[in-house]
């Protein structure tokens, strides 16, 4: 009897958190008149990631073709951005960014900033990212 309610526990976990999908965060800009958006991905332990792309879809999937992607797992705590002069600089712990590889819409830039403190960074134009409140994604949607 035991093993079976481990067993509904376990398929109950998978359905509920949508057999590896996750959840997601999304905050959208606009650089240049494009709409620009920071996807968080996170999912089972230590899968929490940094997509950047133009959908405004919640459960985006990332393409290498059209999508910065994180390299970095734990990528999406503190990230901040600043536009200045047409282009997006983005800083935090989003690891390396993926170029796509068709041209992005919109210029980005990811300066090499020896860790700044947060005053420092709000002091030189870059906001925080609020990227915490999640969207559970139960299917692949495009």
Known sequence: MLFFFKAFIV???????????????????????????FIREVW?????????????????????????????????HSVYYKIEDGKLHVYGSIGQMIKPRKVFPVEVEFPNLMNPEESELRKDGYSRLPLEKMTWCLSDLK
């Open 44 to 76: 089972g332990l230590n899968g929490d990631r940094v997509v950047l792309t133009t959908s405004t879809n919640v459960c985006h999937q990332p393409s290498a073709e059209t999508d910065y992607v994180s390299d970095a797992l734990g990528a999406g």
């Open 11 to 37: 398929a109950s976990a998978l359905l509920a958190y949508g057999c590896g999908h996750g959840s997601h965060s999304i905050k959208c800009v606009i650089v240049s008149g494009q709409s620009v958006c």
